[in-house]
């Protein structure tokens, strides 16, 4: 068995963008050395294909972010461009997670597919975020649950895990551990697992956020090499009221 493409290769970390806020993150993602097997039949080969998604971000409370990816395309062997998926998300943390020794939070994902993405048009993520900031180091859980809607029993674990070093206010180095177990009723054996071991590192500055990473496949099942780029920049920001003073409303008089 393979696992099918993914355009999205995060660990969340229940960080959010302020209410008012719009952000932009670009996922970018190639194989340079992938399975050279379609998933599914009529499926996308991973081998050698590029895709990516414009990811938008819109703050509306100190806990809850909506997000939308459009569009979800690749370039692939065989197809060529194509467009692959559109998602709807609701993510919901603790305020303020990055001020706190413990975090949670939950993503809530809806997506429509083409035929060669996903073997059904409409399927779905349940993200749960769970994780411990014990400075400088960081250890964050998102054990996930894929489903196709035909059963709960069907559901599939793809859990994943980053434990990161934050060099600095501008540095981060992280290894992070992306799996896929199969479906809930019976796992597949081992060598079926899909199980992927990246080195990460994450860049920030005053006008963009930059992640790059490299992903190792650990099975059969999983593809040899992986390479990642995100790169986020808020396009909105809320203008901030002027202060009070003695000659505005509010002011001293």
Do not use: C
């Amino acid at each position: 068995m393979s696992f099918a493409q993914t355009d999205e290769i995060q660990v969340y970390d229940a960080e959010i963008v302020e209410p008012g806020v719009v952000n932009l993150m670009w996922h970018q993602n190639f194989t340079p050395s992938g399975i050279k097997e379609p998933a599914f039949p009529g499926a996308i080969i991973s081998d050698r294909s590029y895709n990516g998604v414009p990811e938008f971000a819109f703050g509306i409370t100190p806990w809850f972010e909506q997000g939308l990816y459009l569009p979800v395309y690749s370039v692939s062997k065989g197809r060529g461009s194509t467009l692959d998926s559109v998602k709807l998300r609701e993510l919901f943390v603790r305020p303020h997670a990055g001020d706190h020794t413990f975090f949670y939070g939950v993503n809530f994902e809806f997506s429509y597919n083409a035929s060669y993405w996903e073997t059904r048009h409409f399927t779905s993520e349940i993200r749960p975020i769970i994780g411990l900031h014990l400075h400088p180091f960081d250890i964050i859980v998102n054990p996930i649950l894929d489903t196709d809607w035909t059963g709960l029993r069907n559901y599939d674990f793809v859990p994943a895990m980053r434990l990161a070093y934050n060099y600095s206010p501008k540095w981060t180095f992280a290894a992070e551990h992306y799996a896929g177990y199969g479906p809930l009723h019976q796992f597949e054996t081992v060598n079926d697992q899909y199980h992927a071991l990246w080195a990460v590192v994450d860049h920030t500055s005053k006008f963009l956020e930059i992640e790059a990473g490299i992903g190792f496949g650990l099975t059969p099942a999983t593809d040899k090499v992986t390479l990642k780029l995100m790169l986020s920049r808020d396009l909105h920001r809320p203008h901030a009221p002027p202060e009070a003073g003695p000659n505005r409303p509010g002011g001293a008089s």
